[in-house]
């Protein structure tokens, strides 16, 4: 396709401290911390898999609390709102592309507790559109811990419900669990064995994500990228379960290799049409990432996918990033 050049920026923003800067005007302590951020704001939370946009809106956050009475020695809660350049997979228009017109009310948790850290979540997203409604509730519950000094594990929950419309048509309902483990090893900061697991039902969605599916941080051989739409798994999780085995290994912290195996499983047998993945689907992936200079990185994917029902796939893909 032809290159094309956008002067839309992705993301414009005030972030700061009232609190703070009304110390610093008035030259006078303060004792309370009220962090927020408004404008074309970049959000991420869990690690992206739950919200991964930049929207038009603000949030605002009531930081560093702790309950003697919970057991809880940190927590913050962040409210968040948003109307314009909001990106769901579940509201698209009839091209099937993102329709960004939509709204959203959420508030995000994170607590230092369980001698984990447990995050949680609830988001409203509005469809504003005239006609069919798709709006539809969005909850989240996750919680992160080592076990006996050799597992890392993260085990989350996304729960869709509420669209106002058949059955058939609806696209965000159901469940994903997700399971994300890593071994700690010999050289923890350098080799990290990992085994990522998912069990999705009916059409689960993320809040928001303006790239990629739900199941993009299960491995590489779920992720794309928007400029190639380079080959991958089906990372809807609608009515799939399945996972991702690899290795990591970054040398001396000088470069980085990724191989890893991978697979999706259907439920409710391969005469579905209503399911993304049509049938039971494998690959085998690897990356390869390079620092040419403490600018320029190179990088390198490759998946090899058998697809049953579908054709197999093979990509190559290559990238020189720089950072700024």
């Known amino acids: 396709e032809r290159l094309r ?3 839309k920026p992705s993301s414009l923003f005030f972030e700061g401290d009232p609190g703070a800067i009304t110390a ?8 309370w911390d009220l962090p927020l951020t408004v404008g074309l704001i970049p959000l991420v939370f869990q690690n992206g898999i739950w919200v991964d946009d930049a929207f038009r809106g603000g949030a605002i956050s009531i930081p560093a609390k702790n309950s003697r009475l919970l057991d809880i020695s940190n927590f913050d809660i ?3 709102a948003g109307k314009g350049d909001v990106s769901s997979a ?3 228009n009839s091209a099937g592309k993102l329709d960004r017109g939509a709204s959203v009310l959420g508030i995000a948790v994170f607590a230092d507790t369980l001698s984990g850290y447990l995050e949680g979540g609830y988001g409203r997203t509005l469809d504003n559109r005239a006609g069919a409604d798709f709006s539809y509730h969005n909850a ?6 080592r ?4 597992l890392s594990n993260s085990m989350r929950l996304i729960y869709n419900w509420g669209q106002g419309v058949d059955a058939s048509a609806r696209t965000a309902d159901g469940f994903v669990l997700i399971s994300e483990n890593s071994l700690i090893t010999s050289l923890p900061s350098t080799l990290v064995p990992y085994a990522n697991f998912f069990y999705g039902h009916d059409r689960p969605q993320s809040l928001l994500r303006d790239a990629g599916g739900l199941l993009k941080n ?3 051989t779920f992720e794309s990228d928007p400029i190639t739409n380079s080959p991958k798994l089906d990372d809807t999780a609608n009515d799939t379960f399945g996972g991702a085995i690899g290795l990591q290994y970054l040398f001396n912290l000088d470069q980085q290799i990724v191989v890893e195996a991978a697979t999706v499983q259907v439920l409710g047998g391969n005469s579905r049409n209503d399911r993304s993945a049509k049938a039971d689907q494998y690959a085998l992936g690897v990356r390869y990432q390079l620092p040419l200079s403490n600018a320029w990185i190179f990088r390198m994917d490759g998946i090899w996918g058998l697809l049953d029902a579908a054709p ?6 290559v990238e020189f990033r720089r950072k700024f």
């Open 5 to 7: 050049l956008s002067r």
């Open 24 to 31: 610093g005007i008035s030259d006078d302590y303060v004792s």
């Open 78 to 80: 962040t409210f968040f």
């Open 90 to 92: 579940a509201i698209r």
């Open 140 to 145: 989240t519950v996750a919680l992160t811990r």
């Open 147 to 150: 076990y006996g000094g050799w």
């Open 218 to 220: 299960i491995g590489i």
């Open 312 to 317: 197999d796939v093979l990509g190559i893909r």
